[in-house]
């Protein structure tokens, strides 16, 4: 099945380095089994990471177990639709990739907000 994004075409790669995605695809696709919704594409900021951490998801300390590297202001990951939206109501949402953002994440933000924040693939 192909997979969409917000736009409505075929949902774009988000990164490979790091390797994200709830399936470690490097895309932020959704087969419906994601309690999550990692759909999101999202090239992180500063800001964004410790609204993160303070949120309970640190997403910056390294966490080798889990392959995991740690992220970095600029890296681009597939993050949860709430969290961003959460950032977003608290001023602090970062970048979005909407090309790789799946369309499901329509079903919890606007596509005008995620216009205000697009950045380029």
Request: glycine share 10%; with cysteine; hydrophobic share 35%.
């Amino acid at each position: 099945m192909e997979q969409r994004n917000v736009l409505g075409t075929e949902l774009l790669m988000c990164s490979v380095d790091p390797l994200t995605g709830y399936y470690r695809t490097g895309c932020c696709e959704n087969h419906g089994d994601d309690p999550g919704m990692h759909t999101v594409c999202c090239r992180v900021t500063a800001d964004f990471l410790e609204f993160s951490r303070e949120a309970g998801n640190d997403l910056i300390t390294p966490m080798p177990q889990y392959d995991f590297p740690g992220l970095r202001p600029g890296d681009r990951w597939c993050v949860c639709a709430s969290r961003w939206k959460d950032a977003f109501d608290a001023g602090r949402a970062c970048g979005v990739v909407l090309e790789a953002t799946h369309i499901s994440t329509l079903e919890y933000i606007d596509l005008a907000d995620l216009r205000a924040h697009a950045v380029d693939g």
